[in-house]
């Protein structure tokens, strides 16, 4: 240090000196020791001491403002380190976030300490390693996942993909920071598809064009109450040209097979997003799609504009990918399907067991899966009735 007195000169102050020149002495030290060039390895052990020795003796306020001082260093050790990170107070997401010289040791220790506001601070800097990426995601809690939306220098995958997509799900903070991201798959964020803007939205249904869609449950029923896709957009066209939303509500938790609060949200989406995915699952194309998306839109501004945009994902989107989309939106299917299909080998579809009592278990999924289809097929053949009368 500039002017650094010998180790015994300064115990013997702090001895006699009392509180007042213990805060002094702190900030003083702290200051020199954050202005010096390279420290020499035994002044950097002999200020050690002295910090340790200081920082208890003081005031709450001096060691903040010493703390704060001594964060400016280039020169911080693990032990000058802790001492920062433990009395610099307010001052905790600056050093954190802007101190590119702290060290993982440290890092690893803050996350093992468990006060998710720390290490929400930790998740946000910039180049973490693979060991303080995978000690950070285990941690429960909405602060942190927050961070991690929102630092760029993190590219999710595997393990990471879907853990920042359930929490997405359940946090539209998370959500709106993914959506914002453009090295971010945003097919991840179908969950999380009515909390987004509608522009936002957009960008998840071109996600699926050309993906390679896992199969599900609902795929089976689609190709079964598809013949009926005229009927089911006639119907359409009538009760949202009168803007009976309650009636389409009922309509779609009849044919769709979704609970009716999730029909509600589609139903009164005036963006026109979640309708096309229930269009597009029926497979209805860009000529009798849009007609039924004109009368459910409210486009008050570039109404052209929007509409072109979904003739394009008509044409780009094909129906087994909005299927797989109201599967998730259903509980049918996980989301990280996705990652599983893209890796997998072709599928062989194995024929329907005839029933078995030694496998009552699946003989009751079976006559699940069957009930949804009759349910629809109802549906269906009740719009065929009162297209006809």
């Known amino acids: 240090m ?60 001096a060691r903040a403002v010493a703390a704060s001082k001594l964060a400016r260093s280039d020169f911080l ?30 890092l690893l220790g803050i996350i093992e300490g468990g006060d998710v506001s720390k290490i929400a601070l930790v998740a946000k800097r910039k180049n973490l390693t693979k060991k303080l990426v995978g000690k950070i995601f285990p941690v429960n809690s909405r602060k942190v996942y927050r961070s991690l939306s929102q630092n760029r220098s993190i590219h999710f995958s595997g393990p990471y993909l ?7 799900a359940m946090d539209q903070v998370v959500a709106h920071s993914l959506a914002s991201r453009e090295d971010f798959d945003k097919a991840y964020l179908l969950p999380a598809f009515f909390d987004l ?27 079964h109450i598809s013949v009926a896709t005229a009927e089911f957009t006639q119907a359409m066209m009538k009760l949202l040209s009168k803007n009976r939303r309650p009636e389409v509500t009922r309509l779609l938790t009849q044919i769709t ?35 039924v998306l004109i009368h459910a839109t409210a486009h008050d501004r570039n109404s052209s504009s929007a509409l072109a945009q979904y003739t394009r994902l008509f044409k780009m989107i094909e129906p087994d990918a909005m299927v797989f989309a109201m599967s998730v939106w259903r509980g049918d299917a996980e989301i990280s399907a996705l990652a599983r299909e893209a890796s997998s080998a072709p599928i062989s579809h194995e024929p329907v067991a005839p029933y078995s009592r030694r496998t009552p278990n699946l003989d009751k999924a079976a006559d699940s899966a069957t009930d949804a289809v009759e349910r629809a097929m109802q549906a269906v053949q009740k719009l065929r009735n009162n297209r006809a009368s």
């Open 257 to 291: 097979g979704l609970d009716e609060v999730r029909c509600g949200e589609i139903a009164h989406d005036a963006s026109g997003a979640a309708l096309f995915v229930v269009l597009r699952a029926f497979g209805c194309n860009e000529y009798d799609g849009l007609k």
């Open 162 to 168: 879907r853990a920042i997509s359930k929490a997405a």
């Open 77 to 106: 050790s693990p032990i000058l380190e802790k001492l920062v990170v433990e009395n610099i107070g307010d001052e905790l997401a600056s050093f954190l976030e802007n101190n590119e010289a702290v060290s993982e040791e440290l």
């Open 2 to 61: 500039i002017g650094f007195q010998p180790y015994e000169t300064f115990e013997l102050l702090i001895e006699t000196g009392g509180i007042d020149r213990a805060n002094t002495l702190l900030v003083a030290a702290c200051d020199a020791y954050s202005r010096r060039p390279k420290p020499l390895p035994t002044e950097r052990m002999q200020f050690e001491a002295l910090a340790q020795r200081l920082f208890p003796t003081a005031s709450d306020s």
């Open 197 to 223: 803007k509608e522009e936002d939205r957009l960008e998840v249904l071109k996600a699926f064009q050309g993906r390679k869609i896992p199969r599900t449950k609902m795929h089976r029923t689609y190709e």
